[in-house]
C-alpha cells in the first residue's frame, strides 16, 4: 500500500523493539517492559491507536518518576476456588493484568470460573488484551479497569469517572470470536487526542466543554477544562445508560478491589501520586454449560454478518470484526500505519531516552 503525505509505515517487529528500548531505558525491569510493549503494540496493530505508541510517554514518565514500581511482583491477598484478591503492589499495569488473569485461567480450568479483582494496579493498556488472553485457552474472559476522571456522570460538568472501559471475549467455532473492547465514555480520550493531532474536529457526543455543554473542539476537552461524555453523549441521546456501565466498572474494580475510586483516582497524566486503580479478570469455561458454545456462537455471528446491510458496501459486523479487518490490512501492507505527528514525537522520545527511533517500511 501507498502511504499519503501524513502518514509513514513501521514494520511491526520495530513497534515493539522500539517500545521495550524506551522502557529499558526508562529503567523498567526487561519482563515488565516488554509486558507493557507487547499490549501497546497489540493496540496499534488491532486500530485501537489511542492506546498503542499514542500511550508510552505516559508510561516512560511513570517509571522516571518513580510513582510507578520498576520491580516486583502481585501478590494474592485472599483466595478461594473460583476468586482471588490481588495487589498489584504498584507495578505497571500490564504486570498486574496478566498475573491476575492467568490465576483467573487456572481457576476456571479447576472450578469453571476464575474472578479475580485487584487493587494497586496502574493504566493497564486495552481491556481486550486479558480478555483475549482468556479466548487463547478457549475460554470466555471479561477484563474492566477504573482509570483517572474524566468523564462527566449526565448532567454533571464534573468529570468524576474514567473512561472505564470493559472488554468480553468468547470462543466461536474455526478460530472465530466475539470481542468486544470499549470504553464506557463515547470514545476514549486518546481518540480526541488523535483528533487534536489531526487537528479535526470531534463529533458531538464525545466531549463537552467546562460549562457542561456538548462541543465539536477536542481543545475543550483536553485544554479548557472541559470533559468526556459517557457512552451515549448527552442525557437525550441515552448517555445515562453509559454513565451507568461506568459506575457499573468502578464497583466491579475499585470498589470491590478496594482501590481508589471516581474522583479519589489520582488526576490524569499526574505522577505525583500513586494511581492504585482496581481491575477486575474472569475467565469462565463455556464446557461447563450447554454442550456446542462455539457452534451456536459462531451461527449467531453468521445470522448478524449476513444481514442486509442499510449501505450495500457496509457490511453488518459483530464486535472484534474491525480489529480482524485492521490486523489483516496490516499484514498486507507488511507494516502498521501511523499518522506523522505521532512518529515525529515518537523521534523527540527516541532522541530523550538515547533509543534509536524507528525504521520506516
Ligand atoms: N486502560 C484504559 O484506561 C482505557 C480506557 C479507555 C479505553 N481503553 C481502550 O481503548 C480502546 C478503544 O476503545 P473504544 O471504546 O474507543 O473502542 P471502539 O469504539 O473503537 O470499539 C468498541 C467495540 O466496538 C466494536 N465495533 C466497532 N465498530 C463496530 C461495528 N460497526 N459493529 C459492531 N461492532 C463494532 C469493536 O470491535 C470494539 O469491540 C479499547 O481497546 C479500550 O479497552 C483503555
Given at each position: 500500500m501507498s502511504t499519503d503525505s501524513l502518514h509513514v509505515q513501521i514494520p511491526k517487529a520495530e513497534v515493539l523493539k522500539f517500545c521495550e528500548a524506551c522502557m529499558q531505558s526508562a529503567g523498567a525491569n526487561k519482563d515488565h517492559g516488554r509486558q507493557l510493549s507487547e499490549v501497546l503494540f497489540a493496540a496499534d496493530y488491532r486500530g485501537h491507536f489511542s492506546h498503542g505508541l499514542n500511550r508510552l510517554p505516559m508510561y516512560v514518565r511513570d517509571i522516571q518518576a518513580k510513582i510507578t514500581e520498576k520491580d516486583g511482583e502481585p501478590q494474592i491477598l485472599k483466595e478461594s476456588a473460583g476468586t482471588a484478591w490481588v495487589d498489584g503492589k504498584n507495578l505497571l499495569g500490564?504486570?498486574?493484568?496478566?498475573?491476575?488473569?492467568?490465576?483467573?485461567?487456572?481457576?476456571?480450568?479447576?472450578?469453571?470460573?476464575?474472578?479475580?479483582?485487584a487493587?494497586?494496579?496502574?493504566?493497564?493498556?486495552?481491556?481486550?488484551?486479558?480478555?483475549?488472553?482468556?479466548?487463547?485457552?478457549?475460554?470466555?474472559?471479561?477484563?474492566?479497569?477504573?482509570?483517572?476522571?474524566?468523564?462527566?456522570?449526565?448532567?454533571?460538568?464534573?468529570?468524576?469517572?474514567?473512561?472505564?472501559?470493559?472488554?468480553?471475549?468468547?470462543?466461536?467455532?474455526?478460530?472465530?470470536?466475539?470481542?468486544?473492547?470499549?470504553?464506557?465514555?463515547?470514545?476514549?480520550?486518546?481518540?480526541?487526542?488523535?483528533?487534536?493531532?489531526?487537528?479535526?474536529?470531534?463529533?458531538?457526543?464525545?466531549?463537552?466543554?467546562?460549562?457542561?455543554?456538548?462541543?465539536?473542539?477536542?481543545?475543550?476537552?483536553?485544554?479548557?477544562?472541559?470533559?468526556?461524555?459517557?457512552?451515549?453523549?448527552?442525557?437525550?441521546?441515552?448517555?445515562?445508560?453509559?454513565?451507568?456501565?461506568?459506575?457499573?466498572?468502578?464497583?466491579?474494580?475499585?470498589?470491590?478491589?478496594?482501590?481508589?475510586?471516581?474522583?479519589?483516582?489520582?488526576?490524569?497524566?499526574?505522577?505525583q501520586q500513586e494511581a492504585d486503580l482496581g481491575q477486575m479478570f474472569a475467565a469462565i469455561n463455556p464446557a461447563c454449560f450447554c454442550d456446542g458454545f462455539?457452534?451456536?456462537?459462531?451461527?449467531?455471528?453468521?445470522?448478524?454478518?449476513?444481514?442486509?446491510?442499510?449501505?450495500?458496501?457496509?457490511?453488518?459486523?459483530?464486535?472484534?470484526?474491525?480489529?480482524?479487518?485492521?490486523m489483516a490490512k496490516v499484514d498486507k501492507d507488511g507494516g502498521i500505519t501511523y499518522h506523522k505527528n505521532l512518529i515525529t514525537s515518537m523521534n523527540e522520545l527516541a532522541a530523550e531516552l538515547k533509543v534509536t527511533p524507528m525504521k520506516l517500511l
Amino acid at each position: 500500500m501507498s502511504t499519503d503525505s501524513l502518514h509513514v509505515q513501521i514494520p511491526k517487529a520495530e513497534v515493539l523493539k522500539f517500545c521495550e528500548a524506551c522502557m529499558q531505558s526508562a529503567g523498567a525491569n526487561k519482563d515488565h517492559g516488554r509486558q507493557l510493549s507487547e499490549v501497546l503494540f497489540a493496540a496499534d496493530y488491532r486500530g485501537h491507536f489511542s492506546h498503542g505508541l499514542n500511550r508510552l510517554p505516559m508510561y516512560v514518565r511513570d517509571i522516571q518518576a518513580k510513582i510507578t514500581e520498576k520491580d516486583g511482583e502481585p501478590q494474592i491477598l485472599k483466595e478461594s476456588a473460583g476468586t482471588a484478591w490481588v495487589d498489584g503492589k504498584n507495578l505497571l499495569g500490564p504486570v498486574v493484568g496478566n498475573f491476575c488473569m492467568d490465576l483467573a485461567i487456572k481457576k476456571a480450568k479447576d472450578a469453571g470460573i476464575g474472578w479475580v479483582v485487584a487493587k494497586g494496579s496502574n493504566h493497564y493498556g486495552i481491556a481486550g488484551w486479558y480478555s483475549l488472553r482468556a479466548l487463547d485457552q478457549g475460554l470466555m474472559g471479561i477484563s474492566m479497569t477504573n482509570t483517572s476522571p474524566l468523564s462527566a456522570p449526565t448532567r454533571s460538568k464534573e468529570a468524576v469517572l474514567g473512561t472505564n472501559p470493559m472488554s468480553f471475549s468468547a470462543p466461536g467455532k474455526d478460530g472465530d470470536s466475539f470481542v468486544l473492547d470499549m470504553a464506557t465514555t463515547t470514545v476514549a480520550l486518546g481518540k480526541i487526542e488523535m483528533q487534536k493531532r489531526k487537528n479535526e474536529k470531534m463529533p458531538l457526543g464525545w466531549g463537552q466543554g467546562a460549562d457542561g455543554v456538548s462541543s465539536e473542539d477536542p481543545r475543550d476537552v483536553t485544554d479548557r477544562g472541559g470533559c468526556l461524555q459517557p457512552l451515549g453523549g448527552p442525557e437525550i441521546t441515552g448517555g445515562y445508560k453509559g454513565y451507568g456501565l461506568s459506575a457499573l466498572v468502578e464497583i466491579f474494580c475499585g470498589i470491590l478491589g478496594g482501590a481508589h475510586y471516581g474522583p479519589n483516582v489520582r488526576k490524569w497524566m499526574s505522577t505525583q501520586q500513586e494511581a492504585d486503580l482496581g481491575q477486575m479478570f474472569a475467565a469462565i469455561n463455556p464446557a461447563c454449560f450447554c454442550d456446542g458454545f462455539e457452534d451456536r456462537l459462531s451461527d449467531f455471528m453468521g445470522m448478524l454478518r449476513g444481514l442486509d446491510p442499510a449501505e450495500a458496501d457496509k457490511p453488518v459486523l459483530v464486535a472484534g470484526d474491525p480489529e480482524r479487518q485492521h490486523m489483516a490490512k496490516v499484514d498486507k501492507d507488511g507494516g502498521i500505519t501511523y499518522h506523522k505527528n505521532l512518529i515525529t514525537s515518537m523521534n523527540e522520545l527516541a532522541a530523550e531516552l538515547k533509543v534509536t527511533p524507528m525504521k520506516l517500511l
